[in-house]
């Protein structure tokens, strides 16, 4: 697999975020949006869940996504190929970091027109196993009238005015630091499919 690009390593560490349009290619977002799809028509995804363990609960104003968690036995060729990529990236970050990283987590996630994510840290206050949050964009297309962007706030939670926005262009991929970045999706104008997890220290029991 390709060496991740110095430049995408480099804003990871000393900004805490970086993205990047080109490590997965087209046909594999592609292959993967139709995976999505087909798990979506067989009622796969159910209403994802806000905090950790006995405080979990559903609640779509702050978060409105709908999630499908991917099983790292699934036969389709598309997810072996994107989590064989997601271990690459595990591999070069415990090489370069020294991060310990251990096991990952997948979930494929679809925002209805309208819905998003309201500012939060990935990592859960009382289970600091996510380090390293991944996200993948599925979509077809996507311009800025679209909305659905992320925004990625500055290390002092600065305003939203000063926030990055990243919009969720066909085959973008962002990682960033779990525990560290806060971030908020904002509704989008379209239905907006991506490929969300998190690299993790701990071996993983179950997901959530
Ligand atoms: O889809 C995105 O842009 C980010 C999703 C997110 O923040 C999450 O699932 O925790
Ligand atoms: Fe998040």
Redesign the pocket.
């Known amino acids: 697999m390709d060496t991740l690009p110095e430049g995408f390593l480099n804003d990871l560490e000393t900004q805490g975020w970086a993205y990047c349009d080109t490590l997965i290619c087209d046909s594999l977002r592609a292959q993967l949006l139709d995976i999505a799809g087909l798990f979506w028509k067989r009622g796969l995804f159910h209403a994802?869940h806000i905090g950790h363990l006995a405080t979990k609960k559903a609640d779509p104003v702050i978060?409105g996504?709908q999630i499908c968690w991917l099983d790292a036995h699934m036969p389709q060729a598309a997810i072996q190929d994107f989590l064989a990529f997601a271990t690459h990236l595990q591999n070069t970050l415990n090489a370069t970091y020294f991060l310990g990283l251990r096991s990952q987590e997948f979930h494929f996630?679809h925002?209805e027109p309208g819905f998003g994510?309201k500012k939060?840290l990935?990592q859960h206050r009382n289970n600091p196993h996510r380090k390293i949050?991944v996200?993948l964009?599925l979509n077809e297309n996507w311009t800025a009238d679209d909305g659905g962007e992320?925004c990625l706030y500055g290390p002092e939670n600065t305003p939203i005015e000063q926030a990055t926005r990243?919009i969720?262009a066909p085959g973008r991929l962002?990682v960033f630091r779990s525990d560290l970045v806060w971030?908020?999706?904002l509704p989008g104008r379209k239905p907006?499919w991506?490929l969300?997890g998190w690299l993790r220290d701990d071996f993983l029991l179950s997901n959530g």
Request: net charge negative.
């Open positions: 994802a978060r996504d996630a925002y994510y939060h990935d949050s996200v964009y992320l990243l969720p962002v971030h908020e999706v907006r991506s969300t």
